[in-house]
């Protein structure tokens, strides 16, 4: 018999249940701050999702990817160009540019999964530069560096109303995450990770499971991106271009790559502080590099791991304070 009524509730509920909780415990904000705040936190709840979609393939099941960005892109355009050209509605045509990231990823993984390490890298690099090129150069469908309009979420470009279609985008991208993580796929997905040969050997079907993280992770980016496109108003390949992809690695790697919540933790904090670096301009990035550096040398698990850390420490301090007569 269960010892108290939670146990009555599957563990899916209680996660969305906590997720709608959250939601509505952050829901006053946007009459605290200001809508550059807003606007910055939107923008930090975009890369939440692309961070997390990366992390499950990067981190969790050890492909590095230099694609992801461009499946943002794809999401953000097919969209933008089926609501300009097609009158659908602009849930279907983000819908419509996930299942087309969905199928590209599916292709993509089954070219290229069968890579390992740098060779991997390098061929998803080319496939990004590709796309953008395309991008840029076709000019009568994509408008390239003139830049393509497209329709308003909500009509408007402030923040305000944008806020809640984001964060609960980001919920629900944390919750589908753990939903996988803690599934009986996540294991294999580690698995792969840790030693793909023992994981084939045990009779875990590696390229088709990692074929599977790849669409996945290719979808987080393209519904993300089709969003973001009806928040900023105009899409452009220069989005699309590697300095994106580099801030996604360097939000996760400096959040804790591996781990559930750096990709979170990362994006915000790197999205918070590129804000207030603003004025530096592209030198940003240096500093964004010297930090990645500092913590894959002296602290691989990240700000996560950090907080842990510091957190383990006071507990046992606390505890021998609590022992000692």
């Not at 496939?127 to 408008?143: C, G, K, P």
């Not at 980016?221 to 271009?241: C, D, E, N, R, W």
């Not at 002296?298 to 907080?307: E, R």
């Amino acid at each position: 018999m269960p010892s108290s009524a939670s146990e009555l509730i599957p563990p899916l509920a209680r996660r969305i249940g906590l997720a709608l909780a959250v939601y509505a415990a952050l829901a006053w904000l946007p009459w605290a701050v200001s809508e550059y705040h807003l606007h910055v936190l939107v923008t930090s709840f975009y890369y939440v999702v692309l961070a997390i979609g990366w992390n499950l393939l990067a981190g969790y099941t050890g492909q590095f990817s230099l694609a992801h960005h461009t499946f943002a892109g794809v999401g953000a355009y097919t969209s933008a160009l089926l609501v300009l050209h097609a009158k659908v509605p602009i849930v279907v045509g983000v819908a419509a540019g996930g299942a087309l990231a969905a199928l590209l990823g599916w292709g993509l993984g089954t070219l290229c999964l069968r890579m390992r390490a740098i060779y991997l890298a390098l061929a998803t690099w080319a496939f990004a530069e590709s796309v953008r090129l395309f991008v840029a150069v076709e000019y009568q469908i994509t408008r390239g560096d003139l830049g393509l309009m497209t329709p308003f979420f909500f009509g408007t470009p402030r923040p305000t109303p944008h806020y809640y279609v984001f964060l609960a985008l980001a919920l629900g991208a944390i919750l589908a995450a753990w939903q996988l993580v803690h599934s009986r796929v996540g294991v294999y997905l580690r698995a792969i990770r840790d030693d793909e040969e023992a994981a084939a050997v045990m009779g875990v079907d590696t390229f088709k499971w990692k074929r599977v993280v790849f669409a996945v992770s290719a979808v987080f980016a393209a519904i993300a991106g089709g969003f973001q496109g009806h928040y900023v108003g105009l899409l452009s390949p220069t989005p699309m271009k590697f300095n994106e992809m580099a801030i996604i690695v360097i939000m996760v790697i400096l959040g804790g790559l591996r781990t559930f919540w750096g990709p979170v933790v990362g994006a915000v904090f790197i999205e918070v502080l590129s804000e207030a670096l603003r004025p530096w301009g592209e030198t940003r990035m240096v500093l964004f590099a010297l930090l990645v550096i500092l913590v894959a040398r002296a602290y691989p698990a990240g700000l996560v791991g950090l907080g842990a850390g510091i957190a383990g420490y006071w507990r046992a301090k606390r505890d021998r304070r609590r022992a000692s007569p």
